[in-house]
């Protein structure tokens, strides 16, 4: 399986940016961002379609945020724009071979996580 890190998170107020990154030791067919806040269940984010197509993102966040990749470095990255209290979650970096990610069940490889915290 392929390990994946994640970095990039912090506390920000609202209307701020972040960015998060993400490192894969490998090859990664599809890659994507989950989050989950406390008491709800892991959401997907962004995730690539295959080679040429769109990035999916979830209805709450288009506009806002911007998947993107390195492919040379095998790093994707979440670029966060006009913060809500309502993004504060973990967010996790996922791999699997069901582009785009959009349910948890879709991923067979998760980093460990990076805390977002927006303040109101």
């Known amino acids: 399986q392929v390990q994946l890190v994640e970095s990039g998170g912090g506390s920000v107020q609202a209307g701020g940016s972040l960015r998060l990154s993400c490192a894969a030791s490998g090859y990664t067919y599809c890659m994507g961002w989950f989050r989950q806040a406390p008491g709800k269940e892991r959401e997907g984010v962004a995730s690539?379609?295959?080679?040429?197509?769109?990035?999916y993102y979830a209805d709450s966040v288009k506009g806002r945020f911007t998947i993107s990749r390195d492919g040379a470095k095998n790093t994707v990255y979440l670029q966060m724009n006009s913060l809500k209290p309502e993004d504060t979650a973990m967010y996790y970096c996922a791999a699997g071979w069901a582009c785009p990610l959009r349910v948890p069940a879709s991923a067979n490889s998760w980093g460990q996580g990076t805390q977002v915290t927006v303040s109101s």
């Open positions: 690539f379609y295959r080679y040429g197509m769109s990035p």
